[in-house]
């Protein structure tokens, strides 16, 4: 049996490693001709593949060995979450199973019995044999070792003879698998004029000036976009707008939430406790019996402190500090202990200014902008004001503060400068840092005193009344709504609900929109067995634990090119763009001059940059993001030539190149060629499984049992 573990750990839940996951697909022979045990009964059918039905059983069949090898291999029963991974695990079994078949039937790949003793017992031994049967200690494989395994196989348990011959059935699929999968791997090639260009594509650097006119300098309710543009974008662009079967759906939630009562009652539970806590004996012990979370012995610093805890700062020894309610929890806190940690923490703001590009020019502009900020709120100004306003980085919301942070958190030149203060307050000088230039105010000192908490934390839940009234508040909702529109009038009328929407729910999906483990929604949107569903039918109210469901089905699509209502927003935003840039276009077209002198003719949306290290194998253009055509025209100009006006991916631009530096001969092409070898290969892995699965023009209707 130890024997059997090892391989199952080698193998994880399949045999070996081949490409594109076929060893997850794990079949048994009996299966391969797909026959009918349910006589072709559609209410039994969980989708066809290659044209072959898939029954119900024999897919519950596929489904059970998956699941078997999952508590075998992790030593437990899968949870629900864990129990859809596995049906899809199945259902690509099926898949390979029926569609794989047809592709090796055509080209008569098969594995012979010689081949599969070699497997086991010969000279091209299977990988996850040869590890099993390897000694560990002096690292040799012993074949002997197999062969009296083999013969005593029938003396072991039933469970490690059915896993043996579990492993041993499923060495053919893999290895037709295999030949298949090779046969089409093989076939890739690399030409040595594709692995120089390859090369120069990559090492070619450029230096560029740009001039920039962004789509959003022309205001969206100026473009004008009619259903007619947005059709023919859709029929020029088909390819990029494939889409599976799809459900859109409006829903409301009605939420469990703790009301007063139940705050109020949790709140008294550890007042209660409050008193008990301050003369307990044994800190460990008294949160290990109260609390909803364990004890922690750790000593934190303020940078690691609840707020509510931090604001109390210093801490007493001994003292019971709350209780606190915040995002749910009640807490209590007591202090254990203290003494100095091994780092600092300390609590700043700062407001960040950065280069708008990477020339010396660009640097002085952002420090000469720094300065000036620096120095109007040396002059009174409010520095969270001035954050909000000229701040360039996340903290721009809360007015350029950081919080509490430990030394080591921040970059050298910043953690210098905040733990080199020695009390609150502006500090007078710019600090400068490979982000830009920060205007810094301490907020906190530097302190290394770090405290033991023991922390009491109640999460206040809703009782079975809270509960109980937000269901029948579901259900009274429920009952006044027969269709779509009874639907939204009784949600407008109730002013505590907010509608939502789920567009192209797939049929696979476990989540609607922030909704999780919502899969029977989605089965209810696509219908169950027997029971279809019609746009404008109501579901019933769904029980989401936290939360009560009620939906409304109101749009489907099929399989296929999506079309225009469903894209709408995303369409209207691609054809506003293009005629914004056929505005901008017409607007630069025929202007002469230096870039800047187009730019001011222009006016100020225009704006003129610089890029070094243009890549022209990346398409990006660094500081402004993916712009390809832009980067492909600027390698094929001189440098000092302008382009023509180019519509972007963002904007509208004119190229220029500074310089272009191309690379030296490559020398080793070799070596690039067996480099796109290996990515074109790996790519293939993948591709193949891809190509067959849409050949086989799959139907999944596994939603009506699952």
Do not use: C
């Not at 075998?72 to 390979?96: C, F, H, K, S, V």
């Not at 269709?483 to 049929?507: C, H, I, M, P, Y």
């Not at 890029?611 to 025209?633: C, H, R, S, Y």
Request: glycine share 8%.
């Amino acid at each position: 049996m130890a024997l059997i573990n090892t391989i199952r750990e080698k193998s994880g839940w399949a045999v070996g490693t081949v490409a594109i996951g076929m060893l997850f697909f794990i079949v048994g022979s009996d299966l391969v001709g797909g026959k009918n045990r349910l006589f072709n009964r559609n209410e039994n059918v969980v989708g066809e593949v290659a044209g072959e039905k898939v029954e119900l059983a024999d897919f519950n069949n596929t489904l059970e060995q998956a699941k078997q090898s999952f508590v075998q291999q992790q030593g437990r029963q899968p949870d629900e979450q864990t129990m859809g991974y596995l049906r899809d695990q199945a259902w690509n079994q099926t898949i390979y199973r029926i569609a794989f078949q047809k592709e090796f039937d055509k080209l008569g790949l098969s594995v012979s019995d010689d081949e599969l003793t070699d497997m086991v017992q010969g000279k091209n031994i299977h990988p996850s044999i040869r590890q099993a049967f390897t000694d560990q200690q002096t690292g040799q494989f012993d074949r002997a070792k197999i062969i009296q395994y083999l013969q005593g196989l029938d003396k072991l348990p039933p469970d490690a003879q059915a896993a043996w011959r579990n492993f041993e059935a499923n060495l053919g699929p893999e290895r037709v698998g295999q030949k298949y999968n090779n046969l089409l791997k093989l076939s890739t090639y690399v030409t040595s004029a594709e692995a120089k260009r390859f090369d120069e594509d990559q090492n070619t650097r450029a230096s560029m000036r740009y001039l920039f006119v962004p789509y959003f300098s022309i205001s969206d309710s100026a473009v004008k976009v009619t259903d007619d543009q947005l059709q023919a974008y859709l029929d020029k662009n088909k390819g990029r707008y494939k889409v599976e079967d799809g459900r859109t759906i409006e829903y409301v939630s009605i939420p469990v939430t703790a009301s007063v009562e139940d705050s109020t009652a949790a709140r008294q539970a550890v007042d209660q406790l409050a008193t008990q806590f301050a003369s307990a004996p044994n800190d460990s012990l008294f949160v290990k019996l109260n609390s909803d979370q364990p004890y922690s012995a750790a000593y934190v610093s303020p940078a690691d402190m609840p707020e509510k805890l931090r604001q109390q700062l210093p801490l007493t020894v001994g003292k019971v500090y709350g209780p606190f309610s915040e995002n749910g929890t009640t807490s209590l806190f007591k202090v254990t202990g203290a003494k100095a940690g091994a780092q600092a923490a300390a609590r700043a703001s700062h407001i960040l200014i950065k280069p708008e590009g990477t020339t010396p020019e660009a640097d002085a502009a952002a420090k000469v902008k720094a300065t000036d900020i620096l120095n109007k709120i040396k002059g009174g100004a409010d520095f969270a004001a001035l954050a909000r306003q000229f701040g360039t980085d996340g903290t721009t919301a809360t007015g350029g503060d950081l919080g509490w942070f430990q030394q080591g958190r921040m970059v050298p030149e910043f953690e210098k400068a905040v733990f080199g203060a020695t009390s609150a307050g502006l500090l007078p000088s710019l600090v400068k840092t490979s982000f830009g230039y920060h205007i810094v105010k301490i907020t906190a000192p530097k302190t290394s005193q770090t405290y033991q908490v023991a922390a009491v934390q109640k999460r206040i839940t809703p009782s079975e009344a809270t509960n109980e009234a937000a269901y029948a508040k579901a259900q009274a909702l429920k009952g006044e709504i027969t269709d779509l529109e009874s639907f939204r009038k009784a949600v407008a009328k109730d002013k505590t609900l907010q509608k939502q929407e789920a567009k192209g729910l797939g049929r696979g999906e476990r989540a609607v929109n922030n909704l999780q483990n919502a899969r029977e929604i989605v089965r209810w949107a696509y219908g169950t067995a027997g029971k279809e569903t019609a746009i404008g039918d109501v579901s019933e109210v769904f029980d989401m634990g936290d939360q009560y469901v009620i939906a409304v089905l109101t749009g489907e699509r099929s399989k296929g090119t999506a079309d225009v209502a469903s894209l709408k927003p995303e369409l209207q935003a691609a054809v506003r763009n293009e005629e914004k840039a056929k505005q901008i276009m017409a607007k630069l077209q025929g202007k002469t001059g230096t870039l800047e002198q187009i730019a001011a003719t222009y006016g100020a949306q225009a704006q003129v940059k610089t890029a070094d290290n243009v890549v022209l194998g990346t398409g990006t253009i660094p500081g402004l993001g993916g712009e390809p055509l832009a980067v492909g025209k600027v390698f094929g100009l001189k440098a000092g030539q302008k382009s023509a006006p180019i519509q972007g991916e963002q904007g509208v631009l004119i190229v220029e190149p500074v310089s272009v530096q191309k690379p030296a001969a490559a020398s080793d092409v070799a070596a690039i060629k067996k480099q796109l070898m290996a990515q074109r290969q790996n790519r293939a892995d993948g591709l193949i499984y891809e190509a067959v699965k849409a050949n086989a023009n799959i139907k999944d209707e596994r939603n009506k049992f699952f």
